[in-house]
């Protein structure tokens, strides 16, 4: 069946570095989502991916969808305490999101 | 605040009990899907409801139903509670916009003991 599957399941980078989580799928998406996750929160929309190999970016997170689209990225540049959390895809297909397994970030002030 | 309220925030259950949660949107958004996320995993879909008609499933036994009312609030059931049903249980949304994002209720946290 549908899997999505994120690396690395744990980053803890030092506040300042550069952080990137990856998303595969085992299937072609029509599109894909991220949200992040505060610990003991709920997920929060970050952006939507439709076309294939499309790049956007919010201040100092960059989002990549594959030409395939069946994978992308989330790049954090110059990471703060603030980043921290768990970072999931979401694939859709149809009418249902897949989410992937997610990436734990801890910034180390 | 994504306007999607669910009830209870936590319970504790024992095996075989069986257990009902809610989920009420602000918007009254004729869509709600519900989720399982279990400890260190991503959520999982287990299944969505249209205009109070269920269209779309995950890969969960039939013993998890749900229902959605005429004012598109839902309540996901679980029957023959199992130690491996203990997780958070989201329901979501989809937003206004064309982003078709989802806005998750803050969860109920289930114990099975």
């Known amino acids: 069946g549908q899997q999505v599957m994120q690396i690395p399941q744990y980053q803890h980078v030092q506040e300042g570095e550069d952080f990137t989580t990856y998303c595969n799928s085992s299937?072609?998406?029509?599109?894909i989502q991220w949200y992040k996750q505060r610990p003991g929160g709920h997920p929060v929309f970050l952006i939507q991916?439709?076309?294939?190999?499309e790049v956007k970016k919010q201040k100092r997170l960059t989002f990549q969808f594959g030409e395939a689209k069946k994978n992308s990225s989330l790049h954090i540049t110059a990471t703060q305490t603030t980043d921290v959390g768990t970072y999931f895809c979401?694939?859709?297909?149809?009418?249902?999101?897949?989410f992937g397994t997610g990436t734990s970030l801890t910034v180390i002030p | 605040e994504t306007g999607v309220t669910q009830s209870p925030t936590h319970l504790i259950k024992t095996r075989g009990q069986q257990v009902t949660l809610r989920c009420s949107s602000q918007?009254?958004?004729?869509?709600v899907s519900w989720y399982q996320q279990a400890l260190g995993q991503g959520p999982q879909f287990i299944f969505q409801?249209?205009?109070?008609?269920?269209?779309g499933r995950g890969n969960f036994p039939p013993r998890f139903s749900g229902l959605q009312f005429p004012n598109y609030s839902s309540e996901l059931n679980v029957n023959a509670l199992e130690l491996d049903d203990s997780a958070l249980y989201l329901c979501?949304?989809?937003?206004?916009?064309?982003?078709?994002?989802?806005?998750f209720g803050e969860g109920s946290r289930l114990t099975v003991l």
């Open positions: 979401a694939g859709r297909t149809g009418n249902q999101f897949y």
């Open positions: 299937t072609t998406l029509s599109n």
């Open positions: 991916l439709v076309k294939s190999g």
């Open positions: 918007s009254g958004h004729n869509t």
């Open positions: 409801y249209y205009r109070e008609e269920e269209n």
């Open positions: 979501a949304t989809p937003g206004q916009g064309p982003t078709g994002e989802l806005f």
